[in-house]
Protein backbone atom coordinates (compact mmCIF):
# COMPACT_ATOMS: atom_id res chain seq x y z
CA UNK A 1 0.00 0.00 0.00
CA UNK A 2 1.51 2.98 -1.35
CA UNK A 3 1.63 6.22 1.49
CA UNK A 4 -0.75 9.09 0.71
CA UNK A 5 1.15 11.93 1.21
CA UNK A 6 2.24 14.29 -1.70
CA UNK A 7 4.57 13.37 -4.32
CA UNK A 8 6.40 17.35 -4.08
CA UNK A 9 9.64 17.03 -6.04
CA UNK A 10 12.98 17.81 -4.37
CA UNK A 11 14.20 20.33 -6.88
CA UNK A 12 16.90 22.84 -6.65
CA UNK A 13 14.46 25.53 -7.56
CA UNK A 14 12.02 24.76 -4.48
CA UNK A 15 15.39 26.03 -2.47
CA UNK A 16 15.45 29.38 -3.85
CA UNK A 17 11.63 29.61 -3.64
CA UNK A 18 12.13 29.06 -0.02
CA UNK A 19 15.43 31.46 0.68
CA UNK A 20 13.28 34.04 -1.61
CA UNK A 21 9.82 33.90 0.60
CA UNK A 22 11.59 33.41 4.04
CA UNK A 23 14.54 35.09 4.38
CA UNK A 24 14.00 37.26 1.42
CA UNK A 25 15.37 40.44 3.26
CA UNK A 26 18.90 38.65 4.31
CA UNK A 27 21.62 39.77 2.83
CA UNK A 28 23.82 38.54 0.54
CA UNK A 29 27.11 40.16 0.34
CA UNK A 30 29.90 40.15 -2.20
CA UNK A 31 33.36 41.55 -2.81
CA UNK A 32 33.75 41.36 -6.35
CA UNK A 33 36.03 41.65 -9.45
CA UNK A 34 35.06 44.33 -10.38
CA UNK A 35 36.98 45.34 -7.08
CA UNK A 36 33.80 46.81 -4.93
CA UNK A 37 31.36 45.08 -2.08
CA UNK A 38 28.37 44.40 -3.64
CA UNK A 39 25.04 43.94 -1.72
CA UNK A 40 21.96 42.22 -2.18
CA UNK A 41 19.46 39.79 -1.03
CA UNK A 42 17.63 36.28 -0.94
CA UNK A 43 14.78 38.57 -2.61
CA UNK A 44 16.64 39.75 -5.04
CA UNK A 45 18.60 36.29 -6.33
CA UNK A 46 15.31 34.52 -6.70
CA UNK A 47 14.05 37.20 -8.71
CA UNK A 48 17.09 37.75 -10.92
CA UNK A 49 17.29 34.06 -11.03
CA UNK A 50 14.07 33.49 -12.46
CA UNK A 51 15.25 36.21 -15.12
CA UNK A 52 18.43 34.73 -15.90
CA UNK A 53 15.96 31.11 -16.33
CA UNK A 54 14.46 33.33 -19.08
CA UNK A 55 17.21 34.99 -20.46
CA UNK A 56 18.85 31.18 -20.79
CA UNK A 57 15.51 30.11 -22.67
CA UNK A 58 15.71 32.62 -24.94
CA UNK A 59 19.26 31.89 -25.97
CA UNK A 60 18.09 28.30 -26.89
CA UNK A 61 18.75 26.07 -23.49
CA UNK A 62 16.81 23.06 -23.38
CA UNK A 63 16.79 20.81 -20.77
CA UNK A 64 20.35 18.43 -19.92
CA UNK A 65 21.93 21.01 -21.76
CA UNK A 66 25.38 21.72 -20.12
CA UNK A 67 25.65 25.49 -19.08
CA UNK A 68 29.38 26.05 -17.59
CA UNK A 69 30.43 28.88 -15.34
CA UNK A 70 34.50 29.94 -14.78
CA UNK A 71 33.51 31.81 -11.84
CA UNK A 72 34.50 32.99 -8.20
CA UNK A 73 32.24 33.05 -5.31
CA UNK A 74 29.86 35.87 -6.15
CA UNK A 75 25.63 36.63 -6.05
CA UNK A 76 25.76 36.07 -9.78
CA UNK A 77 27.23 32.56 -9.83
CA UNK A 78 24.42 32.14 -7.28
CA UNK A 79 21.84 33.05 -9.62
CA UNK A 80 23.65 30.62 -11.97
CA UNK A 81 23.21 27.64 -9.94
CA UNK A 82 19.51 28.35 -9.57
CA UNK A 83 18.50 29.69 -13.18
CA UNK A 84 20.44 26.96 -15.12
CA UNK A 85 19.65 24.13 -12.77
CA UNK A 86 15.64 25.12 -12.21
CA UNK A 87 14.92 24.97 -15.60
CA UNK A 88 16.41 21.57 -15.96
CA UNK A 89 19.60 22.27 -17.21
CA UNK A 90 22.97 20.84 -16.06
CA UNK A 91 25.56 23.46 -14.14
CA UNK A 92 29.10 22.60 -15.18
CA UNK A 93 31.36 24.53 -12.73
CA UNK A 94 34.49 24.75 -14.28
CA UNK A 95 37.92 24.99 -11.70
CA UNK A 96 40.21 28.06 -13.31
CA UNK A 97 42.93 26.92 -11.71
CA UNK A 98 43.34 24.34 -14.33
CA UNK A 99 45.57 24.01 -17.29
CA UNK A 100 43.93 25.85 -20.35
CA UNK A 101 44.20 22.18 -22.12
CA UNK A 102 42.36 20.67 -19.28
CA UNK A 103 39.52 23.08 -19.39
CA UNK A 104 39.08 22.95 -23.63
CA UNK A 105 39.28 18.80 -22.27
CA UNK A 106 36.81 19.22 -19.88
CA UNK A 107 34.38 21.35 -21.86
CA UNK A 108 34.48 18.90 -24.82
CA UNK A 109 34.38 15.93 -22.56
CA UNK A 110 31.07 17.88 -20.81
CA UNK A 111 29.85 19.49 -24.79
CA UNK A 112 28.80 22.71 -23.12
CA UNK A 113 26.38 24.95 -24.62
CA UNK A 114 26.82 28.16 -23.09
CA UNK A 115 30.07 29.12 -20.81
CA UNK A 116 29.47 32.23 -18.26
CA UNK A 117 33.16 33.51 -16.58
CA UNK A 118 34.29 36.39 -14.71
CA UNK A 119 36.34 39.03 -16.22
CA UNK A 120 39.18 38.03 -14.54
CA UNK A 121 38.83 34.66 -16.38
CA UNK A 122 38.63 36.63 -19.55
CA UNK A 123 41.88 34.86 -20.83
CA UNK A 124 41.47 31.75 -20.31
CA UNK A 125 38.02 31.92 -22.47
CA UNK A 126 40.21 33.52 -25.07
CA UNK A 127 42.72 30.82 -24.89
CA UNK A 128 39.97 27.96 -25.11
CA UNK A 129 37.41 29.54 -27.25
CA UNK A 130 38.60 28.11 -30.57
CA UNK A 131 39.05 24.77 -29.12
CA UNK A 132 35.37 24.41 -27.70
CA UNK A 133 33.26 23.69 -31.23
CA UNK A 134 30.23 23.11 -29.03
CA UNK A 135 30.47 26.49 -26.89
CA UNK A 136 27.57 28.58 -29.06
CA UNK A 137 28.02 31.53 -26.65
CA UNK A 138 30.68 32.65 -24.32
CA UNK A 139 28.92 35.02 -21.54
CA UNK A 140 30.74 37.97 -19.03
CA UNK A 141 29.71 37.94 -16.06
CA UNK A 142 29.55 41.72 -15.82
CA UNK A 143 27.57 44.99 -16.57
CA UNK A 144 28.47 46.72 -19.79
CA UNK A 145 30.50 49.19 -18.69
CA UNK A 146 33.47 46.63 -17.44
CA UNK A 147 33.20 44.34 -21.01
CA UNK A 148 35.94 44.22 -22.76
CA UNK A 149 36.46 46.96 -25.13
CA UNK A 150 34.80 46.23 -29.11
CA UNK A 151 37.45 43.73 -30.17
CA UNK A 152 36.71 44.54 -34.10
CA UNK A 153 40.70 45.35 -34.90
CA UNK A 154 41.51 41.42 -33.31
CA UNK A 155 38.48 39.52 -35.30
CA UNK A 156 39.72 36.28 -33.96
CA UNK A 157 39.01 37.60 -30.76
CA UNK A 158 36.09 36.15 -28.41
CA UNK A 159 33.62 38.95 -28.33
CA UNK A 160 31.29 37.78 -25.25
CA UNK A 161 27.65 38.47 -24.92
CA UNK A 162 27.27 40.66 -21.29
CA UNK A 163 25.34 38.84 -18.61
CA UNK A 164 23.57 42.49 -17.03
CA UNK A 165 22.16 43.41 -20.63
CA UNK A 166 21.27 39.39 -21.26
CA UNK A 167 19.26 39.81 -17.63
CA UNK A 168 18.24 43.51 -18.56
CA UNK A 169 16.45 41.81 -21.92
CA UNK A 170 14.56 38.84 -20.19
CA UNK A 171 11.07 38.80 -18.51
CA UNK A 172 11.02 38.55 -14.74
CA UNK A 173 7.91 36.79 -14.78
CA UNK A 174 8.90 32.61 -14.25
CA UNK A 175 7.51 29.59 -12.79
CA UNK A 176 9.85 27.22 -11.78
CA UNK A 177 9.07 23.50 -13.76
CA UNK A 178 8.44 20.71 -12.08
CA UNK A 179 10.18 17.73 -13.07
CA UNK A 180 11.39 14.18 -12.03
CA UNK A 181 13.84 14.91 -9.06
CA UNK A 182 16.40 12.49 -10.50
CA UNK A 183 16.60 14.85 -13.18
CA UNK A 184 20.48 16.08 -13.46
CA UNK A 185 21.09 19.52 -12.18
CA UNK A 186 25.06 19.87 -11.65
CA UNK A 187 28.31 18.42 -13.24
CA UNK A 188 31.74 18.54 -11.09
CA UNK A 189 35.02 16.93 -13.24
CA UNK A 190 37.34 15.04 -10.29
CA UNK A 191 40.31 16.62 -10.53
CA UNK A 192 41.45 13.97 -12.24
CA UNK A 193 44.87 13.53 -10.20
CA UNK A 194 45.18 9.83 -11.55
CA UNK A 195 44.13 9.65 -15.37
CA UNK A 196 42.01 12.12 -17.12
CA UNK A 197 39.16 13.79 -14.94
CA UNK A 198 35.96 11.83 -14.49
CA UNK A 199 32.19 13.64 -14.55
CA UNK A 200 30.47 13.40 -11.27
CA UNK A 201 26.53 14.30 -12.35
CA UNK A 202 24.57 15.44 -9.15
CA UNK A 203 20.61 15.13 -9.42
CA UNK A 204 17.96 17.42 -7.77
CA UNK A 205 17.37 14.85 -5.23
CA UNK A 206 20.86 14.15 -4.30
CA UNK A 207 21.62 17.76 -4.16
CA UNK A 208 18.64 18.45 -1.89
CA UNK A 209 18.97 15.76 0.28
CA UNK A 210 22.84 16.58 0.56
CA UNK A 211 22.07 19.97 1.50
CA UNK A 212 19.62 18.73 4.26
CA UNK A 213 21.99 16.35 5.83
CA UNK A 214 25.07 19.24 5.53
CA UNK A 215 22.67 21.67 7.59
CA UNK A 216 22.25 18.97 10.58
CA UNK A 217 23.63 20.18 14.03
CA UNK A 218 26.66 17.34 13.62
CA UNK A 219 27.32 17.95 10.30
CA UNK A 220 28.21 21.81 9.45
CA UNK A 221 25.11 22.86 11.89
CA UNK A 222 24.02 26.15 9.79
CA UNK A 223 20.88 28.01 10.57
CA UNK A 224 19.39 31.34 9.87
CA UNK A 225 21.40 33.38 12.41
CA UNK A 226 24.34 32.39 11.16
CA UNK A 227 26.47 34.16 8.48
CA UNK A 228 28.88 31.95 6.28
CA UNK A 229 31.30 32.74 3.68
CA UNK A 230 32.38 29.91 1.94
CA UNK A 231 35.98 30.06 0.79
CA UNK A 232 35.74 27.00 -0.86
CA UNK A 233 35.30 27.85 -4.14
CA UNK A 234 31.81 27.31 -6.01
CA UNK A 235 34.12 25.91 -8.77
CA UNK A 236 34.67 22.69 -6.42
CA UNK A 237 32.27 20.58 -5.87
CA UNK A 238 29.77 23.15 -5.42
CA UNK A 239 31.09 24.85 -2.70
CA UNK A 240 30.57 21.92 -0.44
CA UNK A 241 27.01 21.74 -1.07
CA UNK A 242 26.89 25.40 0.50
CA UNK A 243 24.69 27.45 -2.26
CA UNK A 244 21.78 25.14 -1.26
CA UNK A 245 22.23 24.75 2.23
CA UNK A 246 22.69 28.52 2.96
CA UNK A 247 19.24 28.83 0.83
CA UNK A 248 17.27 26.05 3.12
CA UNK A 249 18.31 28.04 6.22
CA UNK A 250 18.10 31.03 5.08
CA UNK A 251 21.26 32.82 6.46
CA UNK A 252 23.30 35.70 5.18
CA UNK A 253 25.81 35.07 2.90
CA UNK A 254 29.69 36.85 2.21
CA UNK A 255 31.23 35.79 -1.06
CA UNK A 256 35.30 36.51 -1.14
CA UNK A 257 35.16 36.62 -4.83
CA UNK A 258 38.97 36.43 -5.90
CA UNK A 259 40.51 37.59 -2.48
CA UNK A 260 41.18 34.64 -0.76
CA UNK A 261 44.33 36.46 0.99
CA UNK A 262 44.50 36.55 4.95
CA UNK A 263 44.47 40.11 5.17
CA UNK A 264 41.12 40.50 2.27
CA UNK A 265 39.32 37.49 4.33
CA UNK A 266 40.20 39.02 7.77
CA UNK A 267 38.25 41.98 7.04
CA UNK A 268 35.38 40.61 4.87
CA UNK A 269 34.99 38.69 8.42
CA UNK A 270 35.50 41.25 10.78
CA UNK A 271 33.47 44.26 8.32
CA UNK A 272 30.18 41.41 8.01
CA UNK A 273 29.99 39.87 11.24
CA UNK A 274 30.95 36.32 9.77
CA UNK A 275 30.34 33.50 12.23
CA UNK A 276 30.98 30.55 9.83
CA UNK A 277 33.06 29.31 7.17
CA UNK A 278 34.34 26.59 4.85
CA UNK A 279 37.44 25.72 3.31
CA UNK A 280 40.44 23.56 2.73
CA UNK A 281 43.62 23.72 5.36
CA UNK A 282 46.02 25.69 3.38
CA UNK A 283 43.58 28.27 2.87
CA UNK A 284 43.46 28.70 6.92
CA UNK A 285 47.48 28.58 7.26
CA UNK A 286 47.35 32.18 5.13
CA UNK A 287 44.33 34.13 7.20
CA UNK A 288 46.19 32.55 10.75
CA UNK A 289 49.43 33.68 9.82
CA UNK A 290 48.53 37.33 8.94
CA UNK A 291 46.18 37.98 11.97
CA UNK A 292 49.45 36.21 14.10
CA UNK A 293 51.51 38.81 12.63
CA UNK A 294 49.50 41.50 13.31
CA UNK A 295 47.81 40.41 16.69
CA UNK A 296 44.38 40.35 15.55
CA UNK A 297 41.60 38.39 16.90
CA UNK A 298 37.89 37.37 15.77
CA UNK A 299 34.76 39.07 17.13
CA UNK A 300 32.08 37.29 15.52
CA UNK A 301 33.29 34.17 13.34
CA UNK A 302 32.57 30.42 16.08
CA UNK A 303 32.66 27.78 13.55
CA UNK A 304 34.42 26.47 11.09
CA UNK A 305 34.66 22.93 8.43
CA UNK A 306 37.59 21.98 7.06
CA UNK A 307 38.22 19.07 4.82
CA UNK A 308 39.36 18.55 1.10
CA UNK A 309 42.69 16.57 3.06
CA UNK A 310 43.27 15.90 6.18
CA UNK A 311 43.47 19.22 8.84
CA UNK A 312 46.41 18.75 10.78
CA UNK A 313 45.72 18.78 14.43
CA UNK A 314 48.18 21.69 15.05
CA UNK A 315 45.63 24.14 13.19
CA UNK A 316 42.53 22.72 14.69
CA UNK A 317 44.21 23.58 18.27
CA UNK A 318 45.66 26.86 17.04
CA UNK A 319 41.99 27.99 15.85
CA UNK A 320 40.51 26.93 18.79
CA UNK A 321 42.90 28.01 21.49
CA UNK A 322 44.11 31.09 19.93
CA UNK A 323 41.38 32.14 18.04
CA UNK A 324 38.24 31.12 20.02
CA UNK A 325 37.08 29.27 16.64
CA UNK A 326 35.39 25.48 16.59
CA UNK A 327 36.69 23.31 13.56
CA UNK A 328 35.03 20.48 12.32
CA UNK A 329 37.36 18.18 10.65
CA UNK A 330 35.01 16.95 7.63
CA UNK A 331 35.69 14.11 4.71
CA UNK A 332 34.47 13.80 1.50
CA UNK A 333 34.98 13.65 -2.17
CA UNK A 334 33.40 14.97 -5.53
CA UNK A 335 32.13 11.54 -5.77
CA UNK A 336 29.97 12.26 -2.44
CA UNK A 337 28.63 15.88 -3.16
CA UNK A 338 31.21 15.86 -0.83
CA UNK A 339 30.03 15.29 2.83
CA UNK A 340 30.89 11.81 4.37
CA UNK A 341 31.61 12.37 7.56
CA UNK A 342 32.09 15.33 9.96
CA UNK A 343 33.50 15.27 13.27
CA UNK A 344 31.60 16.93 16.20
CA UNK A 345 31.40 15.23 20.14
CA UNK A 346 29.08 12.92 21.22
CA UNK A 347 27.19 13.63 24.43
CA UNK A 348 29.11 10.83 26.04
CA UNK A 349 32.54 12.38 25.42
CA UNK A 350 31.31 15.60 27.50
CA UNK A 351 32.72 14.14 30.49
CA UNK A 352 36.50 13.97 29.44
CA UNK A 353 39.28 15.96 29.74
CA UNK A 354 39.22 18.78 26.76
CA UNK A 355 42.65 16.94 25.54
CA UNK A 356 40.71 13.35 24.75
CA UNK A 357 37.79 15.22 23.33
CA UNK A 358 40.25 17.30 21.08
CA UNK A 359 42.15 13.77 20.13
CA UNK A 360 38.68 12.92 18.75
CA UNK A 361 38.06 16.15 16.96
CA UNK A 362 40.92 15.70 15.38
CA UNK A 363 39.58 12.49 13.44
CA UNK A 364 37.59 12.68 10.25
CA UNK A 365 34.09 11.88 12.31
CA UNK A 366 31.11 10.34 12.14
CA UNK A 367 29.06 9.48 8.65
CA UNK A 368 26.52 12.10 8.27
CA UNK A 369 22.47 10.27 8.17
CA UNK A 370 21.93 8.99 4.72
CA UNK A 371 25.71 7.89 4.33
CA UNK A 372 26.78 4.56 5.25
CA UNK A 373 30.34 3.23 4.99
CA UNK A 374 32.46 0.31 6.04
CA UNK A 375 36.29 -0.78 6.24
CA UNK A 376 37.62 -4.17 3.90
CA UNK A 377 40.51 -6.03 3.55
CA UNK A 378 41.95 -6.31 0.16
CA UNK A 379 39.48 -9.76 -0.02
CA UNK A 380 36.58 -7.27 0.42
CA UNK A 381 36.19 -8.76 3.96
CA UNK A 382 34.57 -6.47 6.58
CA UNK A 383 37.07 -4.85 9.00
CA UNK A 384 36.25 -4.30 12.57
CA UNK A 385 35.79 -1.00 13.90
CA UNK A 386 38.38 -0.99 16.59
CA UNK A 387 40.22 1.93 15.88
CA UNK A 388 43.48 0.05 14.81
CA UNK A 389 42.72 -2.11 11.98
CA UNK A 390 42.79 0.12 8.64
CA UNK A 391 41.40 -0.89 4.92
CA UNK A 392 39.53 0.51 2.10
CA UNK A 393 37.11 2.77 2.49
CA UNK A 394 33.91 1.68 0.76
CA UNK A 395 30.49 4.38 1.48
CA UNK A 396 26.77 4.18 -0.34
CA UNK A 397 23.82 7.11 -0.21
CA UNK A 398 21.58 9.05 -1.46
CA UNK A 399 24.33 11.58 -2.86
CA UNK A 400 27.12 9.21 -3.81
CA UNK A 401 27.99 8.88 -7.26
CA UNK A 402 26.99 5.52 -9.18
CA UNK A 403 28.19 6.07 -12.52
CA UNK A 404 30.88 8.47 -13.59
CA UNK A 405 28.93 10.97 -16.42
CA UNK A 406 29.27 8.98 -20.15
CA UNK A 407 30.21 5.85 -17.48
CA UNK A 408 33.60 6.73 -17.91
CA UNK A 409 35.97 4.17 -15.86
CA UNK A 410 33.26 1.88 -16.59
CA UNK A 411 31.17 0.38 -13.47
CA UNK A 412 33.12 2.17 -9.93
CA UNK A 413 30.89 0.14 -7.91
CA UNK A 414 31.53 -3.05 -6.26
CA UNK A 415 29.35 -5.26 -4.68
CA UNK A 416 29.88 -7.75 -1.01
CA UNK A 417 28.65 -10.59 -0.20
CA UNK A 418 25.31 -9.41 0.60
CA UNK A 419 24.81 -8.11 -2.86
CA UNK A 420 24.76 -4.52 -1.30
CA UNK A 421 26.75 -1.82 -3.92
CA UNK A 422 29.22 0.11 -2.48
CA UNK A 423 31.40 3.28 -3.91
CA UNK A 424 35.55 2.72 -3.29
CA UNK A 425 36.59 5.78 -2.02
CA UNK A 426 40.29 5.01 -2.88
CA UNK A 427 40.70 6.09 1.00
CA UNK A 428 42.19 3.56 3.82
CA UNK A 429 40.93 4.52 7.06
CA UNK A 430 40.35 2.74 10.35
CA UNK A 431 36.71 3.47 12.39
CA UNK A 432 36.54 3.45 16.33
CA UNK A 433 33.98 1.89 18.10
CA UNK A 434 32.08 4.75 18.55
CA UNK A 435 31.51 4.86 14.74
CA UNK A 436 34.69 7.85 14.29
CA UNK A 437 36.29 7.30 11.20
CA UNK A 438 39.94 8.50 10.83
CA UNK A 439 41.58 8.65 7.02
CA UNK A 440 45.15 6.88 7.22
CA UNK A 441 46.19 7.95 3.68
CA UNK A 442 44.46 8.03 -0.13
CA UNK A 443 45.69 4.22 -1.29
CA UNK A 444 47.71 5.79 -3.49
CA UNK A 445 50.50 7.89 -1.18
CA UNK A 446 50.42 5.22 1.41
CA UNK A 447 54.26 4.05 1.97
CA UNK A 448 54.20 0.18 2.14
CA UNK A 449 57.43 -0.71 3.81
CA UNK A 450 58.02 -4.16 4.31
CA UNK A 451 55.26 -5.52 4.09
CA UNK A 452 53.03 -2.93 6.14
CA UNK A 453 52.18 0.49 5.94
CA UNK A 454 52.82 3.88 6.90
CA UNK A 455 50.32 6.36 6.60
CA UNK A 456 51.34 9.93 5.51
CA UNK A 457 48.72 11.55 7.07
CA UNK A 458 50.18 10.95 10.80
CA UNK A 459 53.50 11.61 9.57
CA UNK A 460 52.53 14.86 8.37
CA UNK A 461 50.78 15.73 11.29
CA UNK A 462 53.27 15.04 13.63
CA UNK A 463 55.47 17.81 11.83
CA UNK A 464 52.93 19.88 11.51
CA UNK A 465 53.00 20.38 14.97
CA UNK A 466 56.66 21.67 15.25
CA UNK A 467 56.86 25.10 15.78
CA UNK A 468 59.55 25.99 12.96
CA UNK A 469 57.58 24.24 10.03
CA UNK A 470 55.34 25.75 7.80
CA UNK A 471 54.37 23.27 5.50
CA UNK A 472 54.91 19.48 5.29
CA UNK A 473 54.92 16.61 3.30
CA UNK A 474 55.61 12.76 3.44
CA UNK A 475 56.13 10.79 0.79
CA UNK A 476 57.28 6.99 -0.31
CA UNK A 477 60.76 6.81 -2.04
CA UNK A 478 62.10 3.91 -3.38
CA UNK A 479 63.94 1.49 -0.95
CA UNK A 480 65.84 -1.70 -2.20
CA UNK A 481 65.32 -3.35 1.27
CA UNK A 482 61.81 -2.69 2.53
CA UNK A 483 60.36 -1.69 -0.76
CA UNK A 484 59.53 1.99 0.35
CA UNK A 485 60.15 4.04 2.75
CA UNK A 486 58.92 7.83 4.36
CA UNK A 487 60.74 10.90 3.01
CA UNK A 488 59.53 14.03 5.14
CA UNK A 489 59.37 16.94 2.84
CA UNK A 490 59.30 20.42 4.45
CA UNK A 491 58.63 24.06 4.20
CA UNK A 492 60.36 26.18 6.73
CA UNK A 493 59.02 28.94 8.56
CA UNK A 494 60.29 32.32 7.69
CA UNK A 495 63.84 32.64 9.58
CA UNK A 496 63.63 29.28 10.88
CA UNK A 497 66.51 26.90 10.69
CA UNK A 498 65.35 23.91 12.04
CA UNK A 499 67.38 20.90 11.21
CA UNK A 500 67.27 17.53 9.73
CA UNK A 501 68.37 15.92 12.89
CA UNK A 502 65.62 18.28 15.10
CA UNK A 503 62.97 17.21 12.96
CA UNK A 504 63.52 13.08 12.95
CA UNK A 505 64.24 13.57 16.55
CA UNK A 506 60.67 15.42 16.97
CA UNK A 507 58.80 11.89 15.94
CA UNK A 508 60.97 10.29 19.00
CA UNK A 509 58.07 8.81 21.14
CA UNK A 510 54.99 9.39 19.00
CA UNK A 511 54.92 7.00 16.55
CA UNK A 512 56.54 3.46 16.14
CA UNK A 513 60.05 3.94 15.54
CA UNK A 514 59.94 2.13 12.06
CA UNK A 515 57.54 4.50 10.63
CA UNK A 516 60.29 7.07 11.49
CA UNK A 517 60.73 9.04 8.05
CA UNK A 518 64.27 7.99 7.30
CA UNK A 519 65.23 11.71 5.50
CA UNK A 520 64.21 15.28 5.50
CA UNK A 521 64.49 17.45 2.61
CA UNK A 522 63.96 21.47 2.81
CA UNK A 523 62.18 23.11 0.15
CA UNK A 524 61.11 26.54 -0.94
CA UNK A 525 57.46 24.95 -1.54
CA UNK A 526 55.31 22.21 -1.98
CA UNK A 527 53.23 22.44 -5.21
CA UNK A 528 49.56 22.36 -4.59
CA UNK A 529 47.10 21.29 -6.91
CA UNK A 530 43.42 23.41 -8.53
CA UNK A 531 41.90 22.48 -5.38
CA UNK A 532 44.58 23.36 -2.56
CA UNK A 533 45.87 19.76 -2.06
CA UNK A 534 49.32 19.05 -1.47
CA UNK A 535 50.52 17.31 -5.24
CA UNK A 536 52.11 14.02 -3.67
CA UNK A 537 52.50 12.47 -7.38
CA UNK A 538 54.38 15.41 -8.42
CA UNK A 539 56.39 15.46 -5.11
CA UNK A 540 57.26 11.73 -5.75
CA UNK A 541 58.40 12.37 -9.22
CA UNK A 542 60.66 15.07 -8.05
CA UNK A 543 62.27 12.87 -5.15
CA UNK A 544 62.24 9.95 -7.59
CA UNK A 545 65.81 9.86 -7.24
CA UNK A 546 66.66 10.68 -4.01
CA UNK A 547 69.33 8.76 -2.24
CA UNK A 548 68.19 8.15 1.34
CA UNK A 549 70.90 7.49 3.87
CA UNK A 550 69.84 3.89 5.02
CA UNK A 551 69.37 2.47 1.06
P1 LIG B 1 39.93 14.68 -6.07
O1 LIG B 1 39.71 13.23 -5.76
O2 LIG B 1 39.54 15.05 -7.43
O3 LIG B 1 41.21 15.26 -5.56
P2 LIG B 1 38.17 15.66 -4.07
O4 LIG B 1 38.31 17.09 -3.82
O5 LIG B 1 36.85 15.09 -4.20
O6 LIG B 1 38.86 15.47 -5.36
O7 LIG B 1 39.06 14.92 -3.01
C1 LIG B 1 38.63 13.87 -2.25
C2 LIG B 1 39.75 13.28 -1.47
O8 LIG B 1 40.35 14.24 -0.60
C3 LIG B 1 39.32 12.18 -0.55
O9 LIG B 1 39.17 10.96 -1.24
C4 LIG B 1 40.44 12.15 0.46
O10 LIG B 1 41.57 11.43 -0.01
C5 LIG B 1 40.83 13.59 0.57
N1 LIG B 1 40.21 14.19 1.75
C6 LIG B 1 39.11 14.94 1.81
N2 LIG B 1 38.86 15.35 3.07
C7 LIG B 1 39.83 14.80 3.84
C8 LIG B 1 40.14 14.83 5.25
N3 LIG B 1 39.42 15.51 6.10
N4 LIG B 1 41.22 14.12 5.67
C9 LIG B 1 41.98 13.42 4.79
N5 LIG B 1 41.75 13.38 3.49
C10 LIG B 1 40.69 14.05 3.00
Same mark, same amino acid.
Given at each position: MQGLMMGTQLLISTLIEHAGRHAGETEIVSRRVE????RTNWREVQQRSKQLANALLAMGVKPGDRVATIAWNGYRHLELYYAVSGIG?????????LHPDQVAWIA?? @???????????FLPIAQAVAARCPTVKSWVQMTARDRMPAAQSATPTALEPLCYEEL? *??????? $??????????? /??? =??? !????????????????????? !?? *??? #? *??????? #?? $????VPMFHVNAWGLPYTMALVGC???????????? /???????????TFSAGVPTVWLGLINYMKQNGYTFSSFRKTIIGGSACPPAMIRTLNDD?????????????????????????RHLTLSKDLQLRILEKQGHVIYGVDMKIVDPDGKDLPWDGVAFGDLLVRGPWVVRAYFKSEGG?????? @? #??? /?????????????????????? /????????GEWIGSID?????? @????????????????????????????????????? #????? =??????????PDDVVFVEAIPLGATGKMLKAKLRDTFRGHKLPTA
Open positions: GDIHAILHTINPRNH @AEDRHVFFDATL *AAAAPQL $VWPSFDENTAS /SLC =YTS !GTTGNPKGVLYSHRSSVLHAF !GA *AMP #D *AMGVSAS #DC $VLPVKVVFPGAALDGK /SLYELFENEKVFGVEVIHAWGMSEMSPLGTTCKLANDPLVID @A #DGI /SWFPTGDVGTIDPDGYLQITDR /SKDVIKSGLENIAM @AHPEVAMAAVIAIPHPKWDERPLLVVVRKADSTVSRE #DLLAH =YEGKIAKWWT
